[in-house]
């Protein structure tokens, strides 16, 4: 019993520490690691709690992973922070005497905008609370790391609730954050930019009285937010909002991705259309665009498919396009399983099977080819799955790494008895195939 608590809590501070680094990363606003990183966390948290269903520590910290991925892209606050509040006072609900579940509420209470049903009274009140069930038993908490952390974070929420006399310049985070807010009263498309958003609204839900009424309430402490009206011809502003961002590229001469409102698009042998939306995967990324290389340069003719990972499903789409007999694609994010399918029946290709999930979602099925675009530490972990699912001669293709984790990455496929081929490089970043003999 005493063996099986010890492993518990080491799976808590596993999760905890992935918790703290992607927080991390996102202060540093170094967003492609925090990425990386988060999918490996949410990734390890859903197998967490299959394990353990009525954990409330690791209900808690999924909720707080959740809010991390909305930090990452504010504008999926509508859609996620409900859900997120709603699983954290689970958690606090199933153990409200525990330190870890009432910081990890506390959290969310704390940093979560008002308008999303954020509290910070109530939010300062779960760390104060955490704090005198830890001071109870000061001889074991006095130098647990937990308890350290606590005090630095009731000391910083202190400090942000002094009031503020100053005005925030225009950043992404409060355009993003405005973005959420007005998409909540009808606005449906958004082109930022140095002076703030330009946001559009079909002519008959425009309502300056609720404008007025939301933009008061403008969550974010110290920014003030000014606006001008215009009455425009009707136009695709999804269409405004997505050209900002997404330009078309052609890979290997040989393909080119964009998408349905660029109009000046290269010719080449494979146009593929992607509506990207939230999910990862337009071939600007170098690990996409090397990824698509090697499918560029195999014979998929009549061959199996398993792309993990699958974002916007653009790499099993030209798997098709290339000849691929069957796909099976893969994602533990619901929003990218969505758009996979849009995309799919964008291109009007058959034969590609769209999973939720990790490696839960494989059957006792093989292909002959796989590629997994994750990132290192997910690849390391679920390795083995991938290694069942394949024959004699299969391929693997993995990317989502640096040049300086490929020991890490073949030493690992050795050890499971695959053969190292090879690897390409852009940036650092690299795509490794290894091959069953």
């Known amino acids: ?20 680094l992607v927080g991390h990363l996102v202060d540093k606003k170094k967003k492609d690691e925090a990425q990386a990183y988060l999918k490996t966390a949410l990734a390890l948290s859903e197998n967490y709690r299959k394990m353990y269903p009525n954990d409330a520590r690791f209900k808690a910290l999924h909720a707080n992973l959740i809010g991390l991925k909305i930090a990452l ?22 153990a409200p005497g525990d330190s870890w579940v009432s910081i990890l509420y506390g959290n969310i209470l704390f940093y979560m905008p008002g308008i999303f049903g954020g509290d910070k ?31 630095v974070t009731i000391g910083v929420v202190y400090e942000k609730s002094e009031p503020v006399s100053y005005v925030e310049p225009c950043s992404e985070m409060a355009t993003d954050v405005l973005a959420a807010v007005l998409a ?10 140095e002076r ?34 215009t009455f425009v011809a009707g136009r695709d502003w999804n269409e405004e909002w997505e050209k900002n961002y997404f330009k078309p590229i052609v890979v290997g ?34 690990t996409t665009t090397l990824m698509l290389q090697a499918i560029l340069a195999s014979d998929l003719t009549g061959r199996s498919v398993l792309d993990m990972g699958c974002g916007t499903a653009v790499l099993g789409i030209l798997a098709r396009m290339k000849g691929a007999a ?31 999930g990790g490696i839960e979602a494989l059957k006792q099925e093989s292909f002959d ?45 050795e050890h499971l008895g695959l053969r190292f081929v090879g690897y390409a490089e852009k940036n650092r970043w690299v795509a490794v195939e290894c091959m069953s003999d």
């Open 184 to 193: 909540e009263i009808g606005y449906e498309s958004f082109v930022p930019d």
């Open 253 to 286: 001469d040989e393909c080119v991705i964009h998408s349905t409102f660029h109009t000046d698009v290269p010719q080449a042998r494979y146009d593929v259309l992607i509506d990207p939306k939230m999910a990862f995967g337009t071939g600007h990324h170098e």
């Open 1 to 20: 019993m005493r063996l099986g608590i010890a492993k518990l809590e080491g799976r808590h501070e596993i999760l905890c520490g992935y918790y703290g």
């Open 369 to 413: 080819f796989i590629f997994a675009n994750i990132n290192r530490n997910i690849l390391l972990a679920d390795m083995h799955a991938y290694v069942a699912c394949m024959k004699r001669g299969s391929r693997i293709f993995m990317s989502g790494f640096y040049v300086e984790d490929i020991p890490f990455i073949r030493a690992e496929a």
């Open 73 to 94: 892209s504010p504008m999926r606050a509508a859609t996620l922070a409900s859900g997120m509040l709603s699983s954290a006072k689970t958690s606090y609900k199933l």
């Open 121 to 151: 009274e109530e939010g300062l009140e779960c760390y104060q609370r955490a704090r005198r069930s830890m001071e109870k038993d000061i001889s074991t908490n006095g130098h647990h790391w937990l308890y350290v952390q606590l005090l």
């Open 326 to 356: 069957s796909v099976v694609a893969v994602d533990i994010d619901e929003f990218a399983v969505e758009n996979a399918i849009e995309n799919i029946r964008l291109n009007h290709v058959s034969g590609v099977e769209v999973r939720l």
């Open 196 to 229: 703030g958003v330009t946001a559009f609204v079909p002519q008959g839900k425009y309502d300056e009285t609720r404008l007025k009424e939301e933009l008061s309430q403008y969550p974010i402490e110290g920014v003030s937010v000014a606006y001008e009206a």
